[in-house]
């Protein structure tokens, strides 16, 4: 039956329907760990303020949790435009809270956990009960809601609380929402410990209820701080140096950064390498970021500054980042006026500015802490030399394998410096122009580039004896090192020059057909370099957004948008941040040629703030991958292709 298409077919999520809609876009679903955690941020936000001094989280028999903190308590009066009290709004209304007003360092929440802006409505969206209870200016308030996030009872003050302040949540996860109803106990006493690390003179407590209905007890200080937690972290293992701790935040001075942005860290080298953990603004960030890219370079500078100084590098050896921060392991905790983040559950930062802050913040203290503990420096300097010898070492058995029958490496190849197979990138570059752009944005040391004249050849039904008759397939085969081959075949991969072949084409429909192109090439006829994960895609920017400065604590920036979506996502976010639409620059790039070195190096190729997908192939559904490329690559699929594209191109992005 054919279904109706009209005014009426159109649906409009109100209020929290899109968390419930679509949770997964909002948190995390394998448990409520993460709805639990947006409270428990809050409650640590009030700590980093210097308003709490005690968290203390309960963890019920019933499957509820209560976060309890002794804050300044949020605000119960009405909204001056919304004529709705504020406890009420944080907990019904996404993107309200007291976290966007970040101009002044010293506003309520200047340092809080980021810009999302949902936050505990998505804990009230997905749970069937929240309780809140808020002691301020005397009395305690209290306000209830049902599941769904609707509210029960009216915001009442249900007694006096003399000079107490703070707020008090209950949580009622929603099972329907989660994989697992329940709150991992582990997670949360990892995530409370790190919090006591963090917050010094502040005391973090956790209770689980026990069948017998007894409590069990644990309590989080930490007065030494990072260093004592990164002490705990290596206990029992060989430490090449004392673990050295500092921290350094801007002043008001300072003229590239706000007041009080900047990190605290704890560093530590190790005959064995051990885990490490950063955070931004009391955030875990366990996939880390750009603020550990920054804290990486910040530590190989001062190293290297060291070992040059004094003279200790062996003729011929030439050092890396990898060989200083191997072993090293760091508790990492940087302050940022405004993080970016990767997805909403804050796992990755993603905020540029954060390399160049904690690396300039972390490279002179560290310098200075070095040549005053000459024997240590020397210590750290040995294992990072002993580093790189034994990577040079491996660099030279794998050159000799490469030495008999090599052919000719293309003449439009730039090649990379490094033969460390590991750290090596090859860029199939579109055209001359961005080629030429691409050479000026390398880091010679590790990446090569290689520029493609138009579009490759079509290869899904070349045969594979006439593959290399095209010159830019050639090229390609020729720069990496690799033989043609099939899906069912073992090829022999110990000549692959490059860890990573990155393709990089405009960011409009002309580049995405050269992707297309050359993903044909590389799953018909090297299918391996897709299994073993070698391919990437860069995703180059298509706007370029310059924001005016506002004063000295907010100076002048540059950001970038895929897409219409990200960058209508960044007007808003700058129109919240108080910056006027017509104050704001907006460019589109027609392509990777009419990019600087800069801003192609900054946004494609630097990984510390480039943004590239990985190619992966799913063996499962290789039958349909399969069919899918014959339709739409094979030469007699004319019909089928068209029948595939009317039924289909309705599902397509076009830019129109």
């Known amino acids: 039956m054919k279904q109706n298409y009209d005014e009426s077919s159109f649906r409009v999520l109100k209020g929290l329907e899109p968390v419930r809609e679509r949770p ?53 009066g009405p909204h001056p435009e919304e004529k709705v009290p504020v406890v009420v709004l944080a907990f019904t209304r996404l993107h309200a809270g007291g976290k966007f007003n970040k101009r002044e360092g010293n506003s309520a929440y200047a340092f809080s956990g980021g810009l999302h802006g949902v936050g505990v409505a998505v804990t009230n969206a997905l749970s069937t009960r929240v309780e809140v209870e808020v002691r301020r200016d005397g009395k305690v308030h209290a306000v209830v809601f049902s599941e769904g996030g609707e509210q029960v009872s009216k915001l009442a003050v249900v007694g006096d ?70 002490a705990e972290l290596a206990a029992g293992q060989d430490a090449v140096a004392p673990i050295y701790a500092a921290e350094q935040y801007a002043s008001g001075e300072d003229e590239s950064f706000a007041e009080g942005e900047g990190a605290a860290w704890a560093l530590g080298w190790f005959a064995e390498a051990m885990g490490s953990e950063s955070y931004v603004n009391l955030i875990p960030t366990v996939a ?120 000719v490496l293309p003449g439009k190849l730039t090649d990379c410096e490094s033969t460390d197979i590991a750290d090596n990138e090859l860029f199939l570059v579109e055209g001359d122009s961005a080629g030429g752009s691409a050479k000026m944005a390398r880091d010679k040391e590790t990446q090569a580039i290689l520029p493609l004249r138009g579009k490759v050849q079509n290869s899904w039904e070349i045969e594979p004896n006439r593959l290399f008759a095209n010159a830019e ?116 790039f027609k392509g990777l040629g009419e990019m600087n070195p800069e801003q192609l190096r900054e946004t494609a190729m630097a990984p510390a703030t480039r943004r590239v997908l990985p190619v992966a192939e799913r063996p499962e559904s290789r039958e349909q991958t399969l069919k899918l490329f014959n339709l739409l690559m094979g030469k007699g699929e004319a019909a089928g292709r068209r029948a595939w594209m009317e039924s289909k191109g309705h599902l397509a992005d076009a830019d129109l």
């Not at 106990?185 to 956790?206: C, F, I, T, Y």
């Not at 040995?382 to 030495?403: C, M, P, T, W």
């Not at 706007?543 to 000295?552: I, L, N, S, T």
């Open 473 to 588: 397939i050639h090229d390609i085969a020729v720069a990496l090192g690799v033989d043609a081959h099939t899906a069912e075949s073992t090829p022999d991969l110990s000549n692959l020059r490059y860890g990573k072949v990155v393709i990089m084409s405009d960011a409009d429909v002309d580049g995405a057909h050269i992707q297309t192109l050359l993903l044909t090439l590389f799953y018909r006829h090297f299918p391996a370099l897709i299994r073993h994960g070698h391919v990437y895609i860069a995703q180059p920017p298509l706007y370029r957004v310059d924001v005016p400065a506002q004063g000295k604590k907010r100076p002048a920036k540059r950001l970038y948008a895929l897409d219409e979506g990200e960058l209508e996502a960044i007007r808003d976010r700058l129109a919240k941040e108080g910056f006027a639409p017509d104050k704001i620059e907006v460019g589109r």
């Open 288 to 407: 880390g970021g750009t603020h550990e890219s920054g804290l990486r370079s910040g530590v190989f500078d001062a190293v290297k500054s060291f070992i040059e100084h004094h003279a200790l590098l062996p003729r011929g050896v030439k050092l890396q980042q990898e060989d200083v921060c191997g072993r090293m392991a760091f508790v990492l905790s940087a302050r940022i006026l405004d993080p970016q983040f990767q997805g909403q559950v804050k796992e990755k930062l993603n905020s540029r500015e954060a390399v160049k802050l904690v690396a300039g913040m972390v490279r002179d203290p560290l310098e200075i802490w070095l040549n005053a503990h000459v024997e240590a420096g020397k210590a750290i300097a040995e294992l990072s030399i002993r580093q790189a010898l034994a990577r040079q070492k491996n660099a030279q058995k794998v050159e000799k394998r490469k030495q008999s029958g090599v052919a």
């Open 24 to 76: 997964g876009m909002y948190t995390r679903t394998d448990s409520p760990a993460h709805i639990v955690q947006e409270v428990i941020d809050n409650a640590a936000d009030e700590a980093l303020a210097g308003s709490a001094k005690h968290i203390h989280v309960c963890l019920q028999r019933d499957g509820s949790v209560t976060v309890t903190d002794d804050g300044r308590g949020i605000p119960v």
């Open 161 to 230: 609380c003399g000079r107490q302040s703070g707020t008090r949540v209950r949580v009622w996860p929603d099972p329907k929402y989660f994989d697992s109803p329940k709150v991992p106990q582990a997670e949360m006493e990892r995530l409370l410990r790190s919090k006591a690390v963090l917050l010094p003179g502040v005391a973090v407590m956790l209770d689980v209820e026990q069948a017998d209905g007894s409590m069990l007890s644990k309590t989080w200080r930490y007065p030494d701080g990072l260093a004592g937690y990164l």
